[in-house]
């Protein structure tokens, strides 16, 4: 995977998804930071869908309109590659 950096708030998603155990929901995702930071549920099924498509995420449809997410990539692999990147670009 190319590595790319995550703007701070789907960072900020993929923190929270890597610290609950998979798969995780778009209402638990809302309850979890969504509501603290006043985001509408849209703004959520943004945010993961292009987590989804950049390849942070798998996602499953479980039923009706509520989706499951799991990520593919851990949170040490991405550390890793923002290290290299940013250290590759000072250095």
Same mark, same amino acid.
């Given at each position: 995977?190319? =590595?790319?950096?995550?703007? &701070? =708030?789907?960072?900020? /998603?993929?923190? *929270?998804? @890597? &610290?609950?155990?998979?798969? /995780?929901?778009? $209402?638990?995702?809302? &309850?979890?930071? $969504?509501? &603290? !930071? $006043? @985001?509408?549920?849209?703004?959520? /099924? *943004?945010?993961?869908? !292009?987590?989804?498509?950049? +390849?942070?995420?798998?996602?499953? !449809? *479980? $039923? +009706?309109?509520?989706? =499951?997410? @799991?990520? /593919?990539? +851990?949170?040490?692999? %991405? ?8 250290? +590759?670009? %000072?250095?």
């Amino acid at each position: 995977m190319k =590595a790319q950096r995550l703007p &701070d =708030a789907e960072f900020d /998603v993929m923190q *929270t998804i @890597w &610290d609950q155990e998979p798969p /995780v929901t778009t $209402g638990l995702l809302m &309850d979890l930071i $969504g509501r &603290d !930071r $006043g @985001w509408k549920v849209q703004t959520m /099924v *943004t945010l993961l869908a !292009r987590l989804t498509e950049r +390849g942070f995420l798998r996602v499953e !449809r *479980t $039923g +009706g309109r509520e989706r =499951a997410f @799991w990520p /593919v990539i +851990g949170r040490e692999e %991405y550390l890793q590659m923002e290290t290299e990147t940013f250290l +590759g670009h %000072y250095h």
